[in-house]
């Protein structure tokens, strides 16, 4: 068995080694093998293994103890292709992304511009907008449970002050997903904020005097260095926000469970709901792998084509 | 571009700040700060970090405002009018180019924001890139560039815009010693070409000495002397301003060690001697004012400073043209012309000069300078 090191990079050497020279390369090798084993063996164990399994299952039939599980083709992509349900939840989800990602962004980047002028409790408004982000998803939709309790939450208290009629706004399919989306917008807005007070406070007041001083208006100022010089930021925070459309269902257990009338079902939420519930797990492993693929060809349209049109530093 | 000067015959006071204070919380800022700055003229103002040279020049610019006092360009108060509009550009220290634009871009971004018309920005950019010699570069970014092409840009930047006042924050400083010597020579031509009016700031007196047809000498919020180069050299108004023009800095004797006549018979004791290096003269042991040891010497090329022990303890510095070989320990003495003998008040640093003659030794200075003195006595 040959073994050499992950960061060998030199070509074979043909010729026979001395004994002493093979002993040392050997160590190196060794050596460069169990500098990268901690990552292997958890990125195996957690990422890669599963990925495979749940490939495989997706090409395979439900297996009972009395029918084994058999090699069916894409007959289980079929079935998700044919179910109404998974076009009302890609319907669901990518209305939800449409505009949490943008609502978010545009909020994030208001609230640190905002945050990053010359307030007299500067500490104040960065840390009641980053409260969002310390607590727990759980208990955000809890929160916001009580903010939505139709009669007696805190949105109906107050605009029956004004003899508005009550409104069960996570009990009705018009107004549910909007709710869920107002509370991901909440939660996310303060998160992103950080990265945009970060990146702002990286581009140096020069700029702003000089362009103050060539008669730039603060919206020519933004427009024309602001916003550019806080592209890579923004993709950043968009990838981001994409990736947590698809992955950030927590407030979903709390707030609807999906409902009502699947309203609010994201690919996430039916993707557990099809394993856990319905113990469908091929099933919810030929949509994760649907999913999966979709974020991949994110990620690649991210890297080759929106890269080369932000400027780095 | 070089109608600039086109009605200088008017006032000849271009730029005219009237008792301005501008304080911070942390110290720093400018006091009661009065001068004038003519039209045409290269102005540098100059003097130690934290004198408030920097503030002043923010001031004339609209990024900070005044507390109190005025500012007026041209006949104008711009004391309430943001920097737009008050006709002037600036080259910053960090040169300030967007980073993401190219050089093109940087240099007509302020045109493009007055939306000037497209064939008269080209004009003026082909006109900039040839002043600053950056033509061929107009597709590159700023960090494709080197420091001292980035530093022309910004030049170019404040060039296109024809304005008539120019602000110059230490341009150079972020560049190698050589480069800075061609730019400094560059800088001067190109504003005497336009005519610009140029204020300067810079805490480098060679800069200021080798710019400058006016020099503000700046100190702790208020001005210390302000004259052309050589009168600020030749006749130091403060022995501060004495300190700080020149190198190596004029030599201050305690005026006891010193067998003169001090002017007016003030007490020797209370008072400091100054001597510039290439005044002093080395002579045999004996045959000088005061007796001298050698300490060590500093070969130049041209010139070789000899660092010098008094008896009293005091330590000068002599500029002796070409080599000099005398080794350390030699004892000799040192004297030089009567003419060249420069008294300064010990406690208020003032110039005391022979033809205005003081009542008491901690009167102000006669001369060019409204201000001093300005440290406080005792």
Known sequence: ?313 | MTSLAGNAAADPAFLRIDRVTRTFDGGGGVNDLSLTIPRGGFTVLLGPSGCGKSTTLRLIAGLETPDSGRIVIDGRDVTALPPSQRGLSIVFQSYALFPHLSVEENIVFGLKVRRIARAERERKLKEALALTGLTGLEARRPAQLSGGQRQRVALARAIVADHPLCLMDEPLSNLDAKLRHSVRQDIRALQRRLGMTVVYVTHDQTEAMGMADQVILMRAGRIEQMGPPATLYETPATAFAAGFLGAPPMTMIPGDLVPLTAPGGSARARLDVGVRGEALKLMPEGEGLLPATVIASEFLGAETFVYLALAGGAQVTARVPGRDERAPGTTLSVSWPEAATHWFDRDSGARISAAAVAPSSAAGAAGPNPSAPVRAAG
């Open chain 1, 1 to 313: 068995m040959t073994l050499t090191s992950p960061m060998d990079t030199r070509p074979a050497d043909p010729r026979p080694m001395d004994p002493i020279a093979r002993q040392r390369r050997r160590m190196t090798a060794i050596y460069g093998w169990l500098l990268v084993m901690p990552a292997l063996v958890l990125l195996t164990l957690f990422a890669f293994l599963p990925t495979i399994t749940t490939l495989w299952a997706s090409f395979h039939s439900r297996g009972t103890a009395r029918r084994p599980s058999v090699f069916n083709g894409v007959e289980n992509y079929a079935d998700l292709l044919a179910d109404p349900t998974f076009w009302t939840v890609i319907g669901n989800n990518v209305l939800y992304a449409a505009v949490t990602i943008p609502v978010s962004i545009a909020l994030a980047l208001l609230m640190a511009l905002w945050a990053d002028a010359k307030l007299p409790a500067r500490g104040f408004v960065r840390s009641a907008y980053f409260t969002p982000t310390v607590l727990p998803m759980v208990a955000a939709a809890n929160l916001w449970l009580f903010f939505y309790t139709p009669g007696i939450g805190v949105i109906d208290s107050f605009t029956s002050l004004f003899g508005l009629p009550s409104v069960n706004w996570l009990g009705q399919p018009q107004t549910a997903l909007g709710a869920v989306m107002v509370v991901t917008i909440w939660k996310e807005a303060g998160f992103f904020m950080i990265f945009y007070l970060a990146a702002l406070q990286t581009i140096p007041p020069d700029l702003r005097e000089a362009a103050q001083v060539e008669g730039a208006s603060r919206f020519t100022y933004l427009r024309r260095v602001l916003l550019p010089l806080l592209m890579p930021t923004t993709a950043f925070i968009f990838i981001n926000a994409l990736i947590n459309s698809v992955k950030l269902i927590d407030h979903l257990f709390i707030l609807t469970k999906g409902g009502p009338n699947n309203a609010t079902k994201l690919a996430l939420y039916w993707i557990w709901e099809m394993a856990f519930s319905y113990f469908d797990r091929v099933h919810a492993a030929a949509m994760t792998a649907l999913v999966l693929l979709v974020l991949a060809v994110v990620a690649i349209v991210q890297f080759s084509v929106i890269d080369k049109r932000i400027h780095y530093r």
